[in-house]
């Protein structure tokens, strides 16, 4: 006897998945997952005065490694302070772990201009290409 593949239900009673409320709640987690992991971003930089842009944008910082220099000319790398030397040295390793490592330089507004071109000169030197500089977008008052 052959095998019948047909459906014993009849047409009007055959089992459906409804695909639209899985999207839905699809839509609904993904939202649900890109606020949560916004709001544990951490903060990786010493609080700085920073300067004002009229044309900046909103940047992320993720996978950024954190170099500021405050007003009185100070390096911080990730929010621990260091000299020259030792910024050149840590940095070295750095690269040497990750060959695309990319540098975020936020200096206060009132930093002496060298200060934070020396930071840049120290940062190059190295031979790392991938550096921004933090600003902060100028608001309409």
Known sequence: ?????????????????????LIDIM????????LVSLSMVN???VKVDLPTAAAATPDTKKDLLSLSV??????????????PNELTTRLTLMLAENPDLRVFISGDREAMHGDI???LDIVRSIGIQKVAF????????
Do not use: C, H, W, Y
């Open 1 to 21: 006897m052959p095998v019948q593949l047909g459906s014993k239900l009849p047409p009007e009673n055959e089992a459906r998945i409804e695909i639209i409320p």
């Open 27 to 34: 839509f609904f987690l993904l939202a649900a997952f890109m």
């Open 43 to 45: 903060l990786k930089s």
């Open 70 to 83: 405050d007003k009185g000319g100070v390096l911080f790398l990730e929010n621990q302070p260091m000299g």
């Open 117 to 119: 071109v020396r930071a």
């Open 134 to 141: 933090e600003i902060r977008p100028e608001t309409d008052n």
